[in-house]
């Protein structure tokens, strides 16, 4: 399988704190993978990252066997990286379907010049990016709050809003951030399934959780991280049985299975 | 205390509005534009102890201020509004605007129409130049920077030979009659048509792009400037075409306006200017254009139509913007319909 | 640019700038320690200032002074002083705990952005400038002169007047007394836990609004006893004197590094000398721009300042 995204030796130090060291992670096209460990064990670091809000102080990542080192952001995002909060950050005054434009605009080409004048390929490019927009939030299951200000979504669709968005950046690789965190087991289950349906669709996804039975369940490989080191990896059947996971965890995995 | 915000709070006229153009046909929609138009149009000769104010000239009330806050809260609010970006400073675009007519027009005989163009050109340049270092600051210390920068276009003027220093500049050219129109400094109308014309065009050139990328990319970065860069969007560079698109609108609201008054001095462009403008946007409803120009319209008409406020003007603009902060941050016309809200955890409406 | 005066007059431009220096470290210290506490900059702040010379002047003209008499002897100067220095103190501290309540309390609850709070306390500062220009009928008002401005001695060009002497000793006092209070004192370590990580201060059962009301009350304090230093030394004060003023010991306290008490200072004493410098080098009408410059180029090129807060923060 091709890896789509690889994290080599990534160390990140903050001052004198050493949030991650010499981390070493991939994710494949067509897989789910997952990243579990402890809390403050550096994981939201990662995204932070590999999505080029820090610059790793030794390492690399890559997309598609391209350096993201040293981009900004908004580029790294339109090479194909595209992630969601772990306290979830929409637009809040901005409707749904803004929201979800704002990310699928990134695929458009035309700025502001084009957008004064009102040329062709501006008009276009505004359809793509409404229609666009409008499928994503078909897909989520959110169409019916296409209308209305972000901040006013209930907490369910505002995640599910949170995940369309990023998806309107096409990206080769969905990283999400806790994407389950405040679910009851019945919108965690469903979750599941949306995941499974985006991987379907043809997204490779990287992601947090702490819920261990979604990530069980639907993950192909999990990476568990503890101190900013990765101390393992592998299926998830593996992981449960691996001791250092689970003292890492002290108890937490054998309770959640 | 609570009843009394609640019938505050009730007092919306623009969702009333927004009702009504939601379903208003597109035959309504394009005489509704055509009566307004023609009613700003026409609005020099309306003068009536109802609309006039009584002891100011109101064509000269309806150039200065009105016209020109319009004309500069809509540049503002691309800024400030729409991007989030707060600049204190805005009265430096407008008085690089005002100098370049008054210097090229009065010693070098260019003519407005091509000052109207340099001065707005000029403010850009001078958003570029401050902007590219500065909008990387986070907001308080941006907005210092701003502050600091429209101090120093003011203290700069006042010192150099070619500004005039104290004295200003006077004997500003107005441009050579169109149409038999004459423009001078006795007649405001033609100025005020011009403003008009040119507040217009920027608006029209706003909602282009206000409802396109560039507007969901400012309210983006206004929102949440590092996830906005997240979602693809190139912040430094929006944020700089905001900052710079202000600064054109407010340079050649300038230009006109040195043109009408034909006489300025560094005095006309002090930080109170900024701040008036701030007042604008802010009260009108941050983003929403509309909402800026009604905003500017009240604020800078009351004062005039009852003479007691205008004393105090600043003292009230001040309370006010506190107030407003406090109570309604939106401003009075929001920028978005009042929406049913849903409780977060059960999906249920919330009655307000 | 003329540098003859500056060497001849080296060691006066010197100590003036000390003195100029120790009355913005009082006033800058009230921006700092109110950022640290609560990431806003104080726009009024200056206007607290402002009231703390109008009260120092409105006891003045209680007292009966007209600044026709004879100066007063030292022991009697000190007493008035001290009386008038501790009525502005009061009157700012006041102020500013005032300030605090109704413009920036509701919004620091709601857990409004930046951008709110900046513009009322725009709002804020705005409103007390005007409201003192329309009672002060904007002229100028003058402080009398109680006490002989003889110097008592003097090291080349510097002459150490009184007054000079009275505002160096009393500012010093004053940021040793600041020091024993943040370091010392219970509320002085809820400003510190505060400033560093409000969430945990709160979860620690430090009283946040308590501590915030007492940072605007020390910084408030701490103006008015500038005020009267300004008073007694500039013998003059209008309503908009808090804009200069502020600009200055707001950009001494951003060339310190804003949030940090011992940037303030040195910031403070560094733009004092710097302004003196300034204003026989390139004359005093450059002199306000040399402080605009100065603070534009600090928070374009070096944000955090000399010993300032850390750049991610001021990225963010």
């Known amino acids: 399988m091709t890896k789509l995204l690889e994290v080599k030796n990534l160390t990140m130090e903050f001052g004198g704190v050493v949030a991650l060291k010499e981390v070493n992670l991939h994710v494949s096209a067509g897989e789910i993978a997952a990243l579990i460990g402890p809390n403050g064990a550096g994981k939201t670091t990662v995204f932070n990252v590999v999505t080029g809000y820090y610059q790793p102080t030794k390492g690399d990542v890559s997309l598609n066997s391209q350096s993201m080192l040293g981009l900004k952001s908004h580029k790294i995002a339109r090479l194909g990286l595209a992630r969601t909060f772990q306290n979830i950050r929409l637009f809040g005054d901005m409707t749904a379907l803004e929201n979800v434009m704002t990310g699928a605009d990134a695929r458009n080409k035309v700025g502001l010049i084009g957008s004064i004048f009102g040329t062709s390929r501006s008009r276009q490019d505004e359809k793509l990016s409404h229609s666009r927009a409008a499928e994503l939030l078909n897909f989520m299951g959110i169409s019916h709050r296409s209308g209305q200000l972000a901040r006013n979504l209930p907490y369910g669709d505002q995640r599910r809003l949170e995940i369309a968005r990023a998806l309107a950046l096409e990206p080769k690789v969905l990283l999400l951030d806790e994407p389950a965190a405040g679910f009851n087991p019945q919108e965690k289950v469903e979750l599941g399934d949306l995941i499974k349906k985006i991987r379907d669709a043809g997204f490779a996804v990287l992601l947090i959780e702490h819920d261990m039975s979604l990530v069980m369940k639907i993950s192909d490989r999990v990476s568990v991280l503890d101190f900013g080191q990765k101390i393992a990896e592998g299926t998830p059947s593996e992981i449960q049985s691996n001791q250092k996971v689970i003292d890492a965890y002290l108890g937490v995995v054998e309770n959640a299975s | ?352 | 640019m003329d540098f003859s005066i500056l060497w001849s007059e080296f060691f006066g431009l010197t100590l003036d700038g000390i003195v100029v220096g120790a009355i913005y470290a009082l006033v800058s210290l009230g921006y700092t320690l109110v950022y640290g506490v609560l990431r806003l900059i104080n726009f009024a702040h200056s206007e607290i200032f402002m009231i703390g010379t109008f009260t120092s002047l409105g006891l003045s003209i209680v007292f009966g002074f007209t600044g026709l008499e004879e100066p007063l002897g030292i022991v009697l100067f000190l007493f008035v002083f001290l009386v008038m220095a501790l009525a502005s103190g009061v009157a700012s501290g006041m102020s500013a705990v005032l300030l605090e309540f109704v413009a920036y309390r509701r919004l620091r609850r709601r857990g409004a952005n930046r951008l709110s709070s900046l513009i009322s306390a725009i709002g804020a500062s705005f409103f007390l400038v005007e409201l003192f220009r329309l009672t002060t009928e904007s002229k100028d008002w003058d402080f009398p002169r109680m006490l002989s401005k003889d110097p008592v001695f003097s090291i080349s060009t510097a002459y150490f007047t009184l007054d000079k002497i009275i505002i160096l000793l009393g500012a010093f006092g004053l940021m040793f007394g600041l020091d024993r209070i943040i370091n010392s004192t219970r509320l002085g370590r809820g400003i510190r836990a505060v400033s560093q990580d409000e969430k945990t201060a709160i979860l620690m059962g430090v009283n946040v609004d308590r501590v915030i009301s007492f940072t605007f009350l020390i910084g408030g304090v701490l103006a008015g006893f500038a005020s009267t230093f300004y008073m007694l030394f500039y013998e003059s004060t209008k309503f908009n004197v808090g804009f200069l003023l502020g600009i200055s010991a707001f950009t001494a306290a951003v060339l310190g590094g804003i949030g940090n008490i011992r940037g303030a200072l040195v910031g403070s004493f560094v733009l004092g000398l710097l302004q003196q410098y300034s204003s026989v080098v390139l004359g005093y009408n450059w002199r306000d721009v040399v402080t605009f410059v100065i603070l534009v180029f600090v928070l374009l090129f070096k944000p955090t300042g000399l010993f300032g807060e850390s750049i991610q923060r001021a990225r963010v």
Not at chain 2, 263 to 280: E, Q
């Open chain 2, 1 to 352: 205390m609570s009843s009394y915000k609640t019938a505050l709070s009730k007092i919306n006229l623009r969702d009333s509005f927004g009702t009504w153009w939601e379903n208003a046909s597109k035959r309504q929609r394009v005489i509704f534009r055509l009566l307004m138009i023609g009613f700003f149009y026409a609005l020099p000769f309306l003068d009536n102890p109802l609309i006039g104010t009584p002891e100011t000239n109101f064509q000269s009330v309806l150039f200065y201020p009105l016209a020109v806050f319009v004309a500069m809260a809509v540049g503002l609010n691309i800024v400030v509004g729409k991007s989030g970006i707060l600049d204190l400073g805005y009265v430096a675009f407008f008085a690089i605007g005002a100098y370049t007519h008054a210097i090229l027009g009065t010693f070098y005989g260019v003519n407005l129409w091509i000052n109207i163009i340099l001065g707005s050109a000029f403010a850009m340049v001078a958003g570029v130049i401050l902007g590219l270092p500065a909008l990387r600051l986070r907001g308080d210390y941006l907005a210092i920077i701003t502050l600091g920068f429209g101090e120093i276009v003011r203290i700069v003027a006042l010192n150099l030979e070619i500004t005039g220093g104290a004295a200003g500049i006077a004997g500003i050219p107005a441009p050579p009659n169109i149409f038999n129109v004459t423009f001078d400094v006795l007649d405001p109308k033609p100025h005020y048509w011009l403003m008009l014309t040119f507040t217009m065009l920027v608006v029209w050139m706003y909602l282009r792009l206000g409802k396109r990328r560039p507007g969901r990319a400012w309210e983006a970065i206004r929102e949440d400037e590092d996830v906005a860069e997240f979602m693809g969007v190139e912040t430094t560079k929006y944020k700089l075409w905001a900052f710079v698109l202000g600064g054109a609108i407010g340079g050649g609201a300038g230009a006109i306006y040195s043109s009408q008054v034909a006489s300025i001095l560094p005095d006309y462009f002090t930080l109170n200017v900024s701040i008036l403008v701030l007042a604008c946007v802010v009260f009108g409803g941050m983003g929403n254009i509309w909402g800026v120009i009604a905003g500017a319209v009240l604020l800078q008409y009351l004062p005039e139509k009852l003479r007691f406020l205008s004393e105090t003007r600043i003292l009230i603009f001040g309370l006010l913007m506190v107030v407003m902060m406090n109570i309604r941050p939106d401003g009075l016309f929001p920028r978005k319909k009042r929406e049913k809200v849903y409780d977060k955890v059960t999906g249920q409406e919330i009655s307000r």
